[in-house]
């Protein structure tokens, strides 16, 4: 098994190498030049378009323009935003946050891009559901067929082997054993049980789970790290400057931290980054596709709040709180390690290891029945409408397994089949800037009127 970690890692490295990181950033930073900066003198309007009435609700789609952000949101809020923080933090110091927020910031204007796109190229299927996402853009925008069928290959693997299934169940069994001791085979069961319940009325039924769950999460997640903050108010300051400092400068050893270069912290703030908020993977616009919109731009401009809300918000809180409790220097990783920073920095260690547990619940459960709905989406691209049954028993046969699997091997893999996944939805967005440009510019000008 050993043997087989180091192979994955080192093919982990290589896909995970400078040039995708240049190629992931470089997109964004790409596309937010050509769009003039669009998502800090857009992102009020955005906001204002995600909790205003859909004028568009008559347009073709399947559920509202806020209930396809919500799926979108159920996928990307998860694991991310609590282990994959701290992982980062822990393998490239109180930097990798900074790093995140860079990525972040410009993946914003790639999240805007694919759900503009969607939209656009979105058809609909033999079950009168519609269909859309980088497969659908690569093959009617682009008009490269096999990129499309690669992108849609990759994308079954992440939802099964990736970010859909297995850091998932484990986080959650995992949580549920170290908090409460509850045996992982019936948390594993359970989880099992309320996937199959969730995902078989296809996205209308995911949609409506993620419409309830989502906004409750979030805002149970963010309260509860502002608590933590509230009480050490005082060492939120010099955690800010640290996060800064070890950005730009090699972060030294401290208590269980074995110290960081410049280039660790910014591959992992960037790789976690990436896998927390998705921007240029290419899943959310598979969710944005099924929004009642009739407008590509306008549902370009809430998917582009997703990005925000995950890593600007979300994670930012999870980031200063690991780095102001120091938790990040301890001898805890990942779960352990936000609940370790949660538990010593709230007066009421019970309250804080609650908080982290059912934090990691629910943003994992979503996240599970999010990636579904997009390997489905996947399946149904390379193998009609036949393929998606099939496709759902397998995957909930990988969640019931997931849980037993090693936490190390999980998290490489998902690594590697995020990177396969997001290098074709890359090449097309930058082979299609001139139709996001034009759009844009339409939408706009039309609005000025």
């Not at 609700?57 to 994959?84: M, Q, R, W």
């Not at 099992?192 to 949609?207: A, D, N, P, W």
């Amino acid at each position: 098994m050993n043997q087989i970690i180091q192979l994955l890692d080192k093919i982990d490295s290589f896909v995970w190498g400078p040039p995708l990181l240049i190629l992931l950033v470089g997109t964004g930073v790409y596309l937010t030049v050509r769009l003039g900066v669009l998502q800090v003198f857009r992102l009020p309007l955005a906001l204002k378009l995600l909790f205003a009435r859909d004028d568009d609700s008559k347009g073709e789609g399947d559920v509202s323009s806020f209930a396809a952000l919500c799926t979108a949101l159920a996928a990307t809020i998860g694991t991310g935003n609590i282990v994959g923080v701290a992982t980062a933090i822990k393998m490239g110091g109180p930097g990798a946050m900074f790093w995140m927020w860079i990525a972040a910031f410009f993946g914003m204007a790639t999240k805007y891009a694919e759900g503009l796109l969607a939209v656009k190229y979105r058809k609909i299927d033999q079950n009168g559901q519609m269909s859309g996402g980088p497969m659908y853009y690569i093959e009617r925008g682009l008009g490269i067929k096999w990129m499309a069928k690669a992108f849609a290959f990759f994308g079954i693997g992440v939802a099964c082997f990736g970010i859909g299934t297995f850091p998932q169940v484990n986080a959650i069994t995992q949580g549920m054993k170290v908090a409460y001791n509850i045996p992982i085979w019936i948390t594993a069961g359970i989880v099992t049980l309320l996937v199959f319940l969730s995902i078989i009325g296809g996205i209308k039924s995911i949609s409506r789970v993620a419409e309830f769950t989502v906004p409750f999460m979030a805002v149970f997640y963010v309260l509860g790290s502002v608590l933590v903050l509230v009480f050490n108010a005082s060492e939120v300051p010099g955690a800010i400057s640290l996060i800064f400092k070890s950005a730009f400068t090699p972060a030294a050893a401290a208590g269980g931290f074995v110290g960081a270069t410049v280039m660790q912290a910014m591959r992992n703030g960037v790789a976690r980054g990436v896998f927390s908020n998705e921007s240029g993977l290419g899943s959310a616009p598979i969710a944005a596709a099924a929004a009642k919109t009739k407008s590509c731009v306008r549902q370009g401009l809430i998917s582009m709040t997703g990005t925000f809300i995950d890593t600007i918000i979300i994670c930012t809180m999870t980031g200063l709180v690991l780095v102001t409790t120091g938790a990040w220097s301890s001898d805890t990783a990942g779960a352990a390690m936000t609940s370790y920073a949660f538990s010593t920095g709230l007066p009421s260690a019970a309250v804080g290891e609650f908080i982290v547990t059912i934090g990691l619940l629910f943003f994992s459960f979503t996240t599970i029945i999010g990636w579904n709905y997009y390997g489905e989406r996947c399946t149904e691209y390379l193998f009609g409408v036949k393929g998606i049954k099939p496709y759902r028993y397998l995957f909930i046969a990988l969640v019931a397994i997931g849980a037993f699997l090693k936490l190390d091997l999980i998290w490489i893999l998902a690594d590697i089949v995020n990177a396969l996944m997001a290098i074709p939805n890359l090449i097309a967005l930058l082979g299609l800037s001139g139709v996001i440009i034009a759009e844009t510019k339409a939408f706009f000008k039309e609005a000025a009127k």
